[in-house]
């Protein structure tokens, strides 16, 4: 059974991370151009004038329909094409249109050529990828463009950094691994764990995830057993699981995507199995390991192992809605994020009044903070439409994005497996970061 929703700040942790998310924007309305300005020398300025879209606000969806990830596709394209279909349906002005693209993994490498074709289609606003590491491999090729990219899954603290500290035309709306982090950590806490072994993917998004974790179990005065990296290729993960078992850890966390179905056998015949030592995964691996799984895990193996996903609790109406769309769902992880990417876009480009991704970037920050608070792309578009400032809070709770272009308060869900491998949400931490 679901617990009741918690409060967890994060100030002190993101000092500790000397990560700092600083809002932008004002809280005053901004008055009516007259087409210049007065410059610091009291001379008179012309305003930079909006930039010109095509008329068609093309939405291209840069998400995992192979690899390690795409257990993460079908519920993030629903999104997108939820968001797309409600838009149309709202009556406004705005034209859009919408095409697919496969981001497969890193280890495919087929994000930057998929990327070039959504491009060719016209993309003013790219939805994904999901993986960090894959969107790091196209970033400066859709920021060059002059398009938006905008991740419903990144959670690597990589983009908050330099060169991508200043504003710019990426966005996401999952919180980074600050947030994640905290939360992983202090749930181990209240758990009693006192020693905790680490096992990650060797790539953007499992280092920092490791890192996180640790950082706040030290922090705590919690130990860290031990961190085991493997490779991202890696076919074998026996050296692993032998360190991990002997590392004397009384808890695992198992940083991964995928190879969690290779990996946990493995670390079962080492004797550091979920059953052996209680495990926790992230949201990288927190997927449905059932009879009806891609690969299934044998019942009973993940029977309470928890594991943590960003994003609110997904509504019920909300998921009929996605289930309309696509009627096969079974997982909607991130469907959320990636439907309130879309109608955060969308919403700025009526208020920037074009079409065009530096057009749209300028104006996305705007209206996810300080205005009046509206939840859905027509009553939002009204507000618009009357000259009111908006603050849009999204089906995946409330959106405020500062300078990174990264959300400064989010939620993340705490899963718990049954005896058939199957998860279910225990309980949802809000935070500030």
Request: proline share 6%; aromatic share 6%; net charge negative.
């Amino acid at each position: 059974m679901k617990r009741r929703t918690t409060m967890f700040r994060l100030a002190a942790v993101a000092a500790a991370s000397t990560l700092v998310l600083a809002g932008c924007g004002s809280d005053d309305e901004p008055e009516a151009s007259t087409g210049e300005e007065t410059s610091a020398t009291g001379e008179p300025s012309e305003t930079p004038p909006v930039e010109a879209g095509d008329g068609t606000l093309v939405f291209g969806s840069l998400l995992p329909q192979t690899g390690s990830l795409a257990f993460l596709g079908p519920p993030e394209f629903a999104g997108v094409d939820l968001a797309v279909k409600e838009i149309k349906a709202a009556g406004t002005d705005l034209k859009v249109d919408s095409v697919r693209g496969d981001s497969g993994d890193t280890d495919s490498g087929i994000a930057p050529a998929e990327t070039d074709k959504l491009l060719a289609d016209g993309a003013d606003v790219i939805v994904g990828a999901a993986s960090s590491g894959v969107s790091l491999t196209v970033i400066d090729k859709i920021m060059s463009s002059g398009s938006v990219m905008f991740s419903p899954a990144n959670t690597s603290t990589a983009f908050d950094l330099a060169p991508y500290d200043a504003p710019d035309n990426y966005f996401r709306t999952a919180p980074s691994d600050i947030l994640q982090g905290a939360v992983l950590a202090n749930l181990l806490l209240e758990d009693g764990r006192q020693n905790v072994a680490i096992m990650a993917r060797q790539d953007a998004y499992g280092e920092t995830l490791a890192e996180q974790v640790a950082l706040n179990l030290e922090n705590a005065g919690s130990a860290v057993a031990a961190t085991v990296f493997y490779g991202e290729k890696a076919q074998s993960f026996d050296s692993q699981a032998q360190e991990i078992a002997g590392s004397g850890a009384d808890a695992v966390v198992l940083i991964a995507f995928e190879e969690t179905t290779s990996i946990i056998p493995q670390l079962i015949a080492a004797g550091a199995g979920p059953q052996d030592l209680p495990t926790y995964f992230v949201d990288g691996n927190t997927a449905g390991y059932d009879a009806s799984a891609t690969t299934p895990l044998p019942p009973g193996t993940l029977e309470g192992t928890k594991g943590t996903i960003p994003g609110a609790e997904t509504a019920g109406d909300f998921k009929d809605r996605l289930l309309e769309v696509d009627p096969d769902l079974k997982d909607f992880s991130y469907a959320g994020e990636s439907y309130d990417a879309v109608i955060v876009s969308a919403l700025a480009s009526l208020v920037a009044g074009s079409d065009s991704g530096n057009a749209i970037a300028a104006e996305i920050p705007g209206v996810t903070k300080d205005g009046t608070k509206c939840t859905a792309f027509a009553e939002c578009a009204e507000l618009i439409a009357g000259g009111e400032d908006i603050d849009y809070d999204g089906v995946s709770g409330p959106i405020e994005l500062g300078e990174t272009g990264s959300p400064t308060s989010a939620s993340i869900g705490i899963y718990e497996y049954d005896a058939e491998n199957k998860i279910s949400p225990i309980d949802y931490i809000s935070g500030d970061i």
